[in-house]
């Protein structure tokens, strides 16, 4: 019988990509310090926010931090929330993302949606409605997770297949 120190290792706890002890985390790309921390303190707890101010930013803080949602505004130092639609289709396609609004960029930010966006929250915030719309996000993001993995596994299954019907 072992002894208390060559008791078990404790279980390693695995958790899903971007849902932390502190629960999700999210990238904020923003320029403006008033939106991230009424975010950051209001969300407190259950969505665990970074704050990004340049693309490069965004891009470490998401690859640190497996993060699965990236907030943005429609700019932000050195671009616009299309570039940073663009750097999640080439460096992170798992990551969801949202668009935060003025009412007077809605012309601006009506092809958000085709772009990928999860949405377009409208300042000023509603607590509840940013809440909601992140854990949407953070869902579409595992969900972008769970498809991948089925997809790769289904491809190694279809090339088992047609080795098989080969040698016959």
């Not at 629960?23 to 991230?36: A, E, H, K, Q």
């Not at 609004?101 to 966006?117: C, I, K, L, T, Y």
Request: aromatic share 8%.
């Amino acid at each position: 019988m072992p002894s208390e120190s060559q008791a078990a290792a404790p279980q390693k706890r695995v958790e899903r990509a971007g849902a932390t002890k502190h629960g999700i985390d999210c990238v904020f790309l923003t320029c403006f310090d008033s939106d991230f921390y009424f975010l950051a303190n209001v969300l407190l707890g259950s969505i665990r926010m970074h704050r990004a101010e340049t693309l490069e930013q965004a891009d470490f803080l998401l690859t640190v931090t497996e993060g699965t949602v990236l907030l943005t505004d429609v700019s932000f130092l050195d671009g616009f929330w299309h570039e940073a639609a663009d750097m999640l289709a080439q460096f992170h396609p798992m990551v969801a993302f949202l668009v935060l609004a003025d009412e007077m960029d809605r012309q601006f930010v009506s092809e958000a949606p085709n772009r990928g966006a999860c949405g377009v929250l409208w300042k000023p915030l509603e607590f509840i409605e940013v809440s909601r719309s992140i854990r949407t996000a953070h869902e579409a993001s595992g969900e972008r997770m769970i498809w991948q993995q089925e997809r790769c596994a289904g491809g190694r299954i279809g090339e088992a297949v047609s080795l098989d019907a080969t040698r016959k």
